[in-house]
């Protein structure tokens, strides 16, 4: 599965922007996908996610409100609208595909597949 992630870029606080996320190679439908980002000097963390055998959908506390995970099947395509951006929102967002499914969606350690990042800068 390869996977391409777009649509970071500079924005100001209270702005929004959509990531993108083209997932080739693999069977969509059949795959859990998540946001993941990492800040300078800190580790990883989750943003959201999806399951594939349900339409559930699990967020972070932190972007809970705001941002909003979604996938379009027909274009094998993962997204990531994100509201009422924040200077602390700031980092290289990672979309990620997995075969498991459930909570564990959102843990970084269950993605086999993972994008090579888009930049998201918020300016205060």
């Known amino acids: 599965v390869q996977l391409q992630a777009s649509g970071g870029g500079l924005v100001q606080a209270g702005d929004s922007l959509r990531l993108s996320c083209a997932a080739s190679g693999g069977t969509f439908s059949r795959l859990g996908m998540g946001w993941f980002r990492q800040a300078p000097g800190k580790e990883r963390e989750f943003v959201a996610a999806m399951d594939w055998r349900t339409p559930i959908t699990y967020y972070a506390e932190a972007v809970k409100g705001r941002f909003t995970i979604s996938r379009d099947a027909a274009k094998n395509t993962l997204y990531l609208q994100m509201n009422a951006l924040k200077p602390e929102d700031t980092a290289v967002y990672y979309c990620?595909?997995?075969?498991?499914?459930?909570?564990?969606?959102?843990?970084?350690?269950?993605?086999?597949?993972w994008g090579q990042g888009t930049q998201v800068t918020v300016s205060s």
């Open positions: 990620a595909a997995t075969r498991s499914s459930g909570t564990s969606v959102r843990r970084p350690s269950v993605y086999s597949y």
